[in-house]
Protein backbone atom coordinates (compact mmCIF):
# COMPACT_ATOMS: atom_id res chain seq x y z
CA UNK A 1 0.00 0.00 0.00
CA UNK A 2 1.62 3.60 -1.37
CA UNK A 3 0.89 6.47 0.84
CA UNK A 4 1.59 10.18 -0.31
CA UNK A 5 0.93 13.43 1.59
CA UNK A 6 2.49 16.83 -0.21
CA UNK A 7 2.84 20.03 1.58
CA UNK A 8 4.87 23.10 0.58
CA UNK A 9 2.15 24.93 -1.33
CA UNK A 10 1.14 28.58 -0.97
CA UNK A 11 0.75 32.00 -2.41
CA UNK A 12 3.58 33.90 -4.40
CA UNK A 13 3.81 36.34 -7.24
CA UNK A 14 4.26 36.12 -11.01
CA UNK A 15 8.02 35.10 -11.48
CA UNK A 16 8.54 33.71 -8.23
CA UNK A 17 9.15 30.01 -7.04
CA UNK A 18 8.10 27.34 -5.00
CA UNK A 19 8.90 24.55 -3.60
CA UNK A 20 6.32 21.45 -3.16
CA UNK A 21 7.36 18.32 -1.00
CA UNK A 22 5.28 14.93 -1.56
CA UNK A 23 6.23 12.39 1.60
CA UNK A 24 6.27 8.65 0.43
CA UNK A 25 6.05 5.20 1.99
CA UNK A 26 5.47 2.00 0.22
CA UNK A 27 7.00 0.80 -3.56
CA UNK A 28 6.58 3.07 -6.36
CA UNK A 29 7.84 2.47 -9.61
CA UNK A 30 6.73 5.91 -11.36
CA UNK A 31 5.79 8.99 -9.64
CA UNK A 32 4.19 12.31 -11.09
CA UNK A 33 2.83 15.44 -9.97
CA UNK A 34 -0.58 16.58 -11.12
CA UNK A 35 -2.59 19.70 -10.90
CA UNK A 36 -6.03 20.85 -11.18
CA UNK A 37 -7.52 23.77 -11.69
CA UNK A 38 -10.89 24.71 -11.01
CA UNK A 39 -13.29 23.98 -14.02
CA UNK A 40 -10.69 22.29 -15.77
CA UNK A 41 -9.35 18.39 -16.28
CA UNK A 42 -6.51 17.11 -14.29
CA UNK A 43 -3.34 17.31 -15.99
CA UNK A 44 0.27 15.85 -15.56
CA UNK A 45 3.09 18.32 -14.93
CA UNK A 46 6.48 15.92 -14.41
CA UNK A 47 6.84 12.62 -14.12
CA UNK A 48 10.05 10.35 -12.83
CA UNK A 49 10.98 6.78 -13.05
CA UNK A 50 12.58 4.87 -10.43
CA UNK A 51 15.81 4.86 -12.30
CA UNK A 52 15.41 8.50 -12.28
CA UNK A 53 14.14 9.22 -15.52
CA UNK A 54 12.33 12.35 -16.01
CA UNK A 55 9.62 14.29 -18.27
CA UNK A 56 7.73 17.19 -18.40
CA UNK A 57 4.68 18.68 -20.18
CA UNK A 58 5.43 21.09 -22.32
CA UNK A 59 3.94 23.93 -20.26
CA UNK A 60 6.35 23.61 -17.25
CA UNK A 61 9.42 22.53 -19.47
CA UNK A 62 12.96 24.85 -18.70
CA UNK A 63 10.83 26.24 -15.06
CA UNK A 64 10.11 23.18 -13.02
CA UNK A 65 12.17 20.13 -11.79
CA UNK A 66 11.00 16.39 -10.22
CA UNK A 67 13.28 15.18 -8.17
CA UNK A 68 13.13 12.11 -5.76
CA UNK A 69 15.25 11.72 -2.53
CA UNK A 70 15.11 7.96 -2.14
CA UNK A 71 16.83 7.93 1.32
CA UNK A 72 14.56 10.41 2.99
CA UNK A 73 11.31 9.02 0.42
CA UNK A 74 10.69 12.36 -0.64
CA UNK A 75 9.26 13.66 -3.76
CA UNK A 76 9.69 17.17 -4.32
CA UNK A 77 8.85 19.62 -7.53
CA UNK A 78 10.79 22.98 -8.09
CA UNK A 79 8.54 25.29 -9.58
CA UNK A 80 10.25 28.83 -11.00
CA UNK A 81 9.12 31.45 -13.10
CA UNK A 82 5.53 31.05 -12.20
CA UNK A 83 2.73 32.37 -13.93
CA UNK A 84 -0.36 33.06 -12.94
CA UNK A 85 -1.98 30.21 -15.25
CA UNK A 86 0.04 28.10 -12.77
CA UNK A 87 -2.49 28.42 -10.08
CA UNK A 88 -3.94 25.21 -9.04
CA UNK A 89 -4.47 22.21 -6.59
CA UNK A 90 -1.51 19.82 -7.14
CA UNK A 91 -0.96 16.48 -6.17
CA UNK A 92 1.73 14.02 -6.43
CA UNK A 93 0.48 10.08 -7.40
CA UNK A 94 2.04 7.23 -8.02
CA UNK A 95 2.02 3.83 -9.30
CA UNK A 96 3.42 0.15 -8.45
CA UNK A 97 4.24 -1.09 -12.20
CA UNK A 98 4.94 0.32 -16.00
CA UNK A 99 2.27 2.23 -17.72
CA UNK A 100 1.88 3.49 -21.04
CA UNK A 101 0.99 7.12 -20.66
CA UNK A 102 3.03 8.60 -18.01
CA UNK A 103 1.71 11.81 -17.85
CA UNK A 104 -2.40 10.35 -18.22
CA UNK A 105 -4.03 10.28 -14.38
CA UNK A 106 -5.96 7.95 -15.41
CA UNK A 107 -3.06 5.75 -15.16
CA UNK A 108 -2.26 6.26 -11.60
CA UNK A 109 -3.85 4.92 -8.77
CA UNK A 110 -2.32 6.39 -5.45
CA UNK A 111 -2.88 9.76 -4.66
CA UNK A 112 -2.13 12.38 -2.72
CA UNK A 113 -4.76 14.80 -0.83
CA UNK A 114 -3.22 17.98 -2.77
CA UNK A 115 -1.62 21.58 -2.03
CA UNK A 116 -2.58 24.36 -3.50
CA UNK A 117 -0.64 27.03 -5.34
CA UNK A 118 -1.95 30.36 -6.27
CA UNK A 119 0.19 32.80 -8.33
CA UNK A 120 -0.69 36.30 -8.29
CA UNK A 121 0.10 38.65 -11.23
Known amino acids: QVQLKESGGGSVQAGGSLRLSCTVS?????MAWFRQAPGKAREGVAV???????DYAEFVKGRFSISKDNAANTLSLQMNALKPEDTAMYYC??????????????????WGQGTQVTVSS
Open 93 to 110: AAVTSPIAWLLHPQEYNY
Open 26 to 30: GYTYY
Open 48 to 54: IVYNGNT
